[in-house]
């Protein structure tokens, strides 16, 4: 069985400031993939990031990149210009494409931009 | 514009009462999935469903049921077996359960007892 941890449970950031979300996983899969997710105050759960184990290039999406290390199994979400549109709930997601094939969550990090 | 509605978005349920979450889909997607998501939880798999008439438990299932007669929809049913049903459930969909692709999630449906 996977599993996905987030230490943090909340965090604050100042509006404009950097802010980085730990996540920590464990799959017995080569072939798997990790995902993180915002969802916000209206409670839709929306893709921001995805990457996949076999790259080693850290995955960016404008103000949000990845820190993938793969021997550590650690898969850290960073947001640059923080803006009060982040502040969400943000949950790690590892997809495992053998065996269970199932998406496992971590139990999330709320997330507050302080303006 | 192509996406996943839950319906109803707020439901209360009775006492011994079954109830029925109602998920559709237009994007065409073979694979759809329901989650439950508790306080400090995360999201937690209940059913999935690969194809039309097949569906599996996930790591929660006891005291939910489900169908899949169509393509795009994909039903739960609290049932009264589900002694703690209040919870914030949520519908997700992808092109196959096999694919490495993100799923694409509904708005959820809060459900309460009263």
């Known amino acids: 069985a996977q599993t996905v941890t987030q230490s943090q449970p909340e965090m604050s950031v100042q509006e404009a400031e950097t802010v980085t979300l730990s996540c920590t996983y464990d799959t017995s899969e080569n072939n798997y993939y990790l995902f993180w997710y915002k969802q916000p105050p209206s409670r839709q759960m929306i893709l921001v990031i995805r990457?996949?184990?076999?790259?080693?290039q850290n995955a960016t999406e404008n103000r949000f990149s990845v820190n993938f290390q793969k021997a550590a199994k650690s898969f850290s979400l960073k947001i640059s210009d923080s803006q009060l549109g982040d502040t969400a709930m943000y949950f790690c997601a590892c997809y495992s494409g053998a065996g269970s094939y199932q998406l496992t969550f971590g139990k999330g990090t709320k997330l507050s931009v302080i303006p | 514009d192509g996406g996943i509605t839950q319906s109803p978005k707020y439901l209360f349920r009775k006492e011994g009462q079954n109830v029925t979450l109602s998920c559709e889909q237009n994007?065409?997607?073979?694979?759809m999935y329901w989650y439950r998501q508790d306080p400090g939880q995360g999201l937690r798999l209940i059913y999935y469903?690969?194809?039309?008439?097949?569906?599996q438990k996930g790591d929660i299932a006891e005291g939910y049921s489900v169908s899949r007669e169509k393509k795009e929809s994909f039903p739960l049913t609290v049932t009264s077996a589900q002694k703690n049903p209040t919870a914030f459930y949520l519908c997700?969909?992808?092109?196959?359960?096999?694919?490495?692709?993100?799923?694409?999630f509904g708005d959820g449906t809060r459900l309460s007892i009263l």
């Open positions: 997700a969909s992808t092109w196959s359960r096999y694919s490495n692709q993100p799923q694409h």
């Open positions: 469903s690969q194809i039309v008439n097949d569906f």
């Open positions: 990457q996949e184990a076999y790259k080693q």
């Open positions: 994007l065409n997607h073979d694979a």
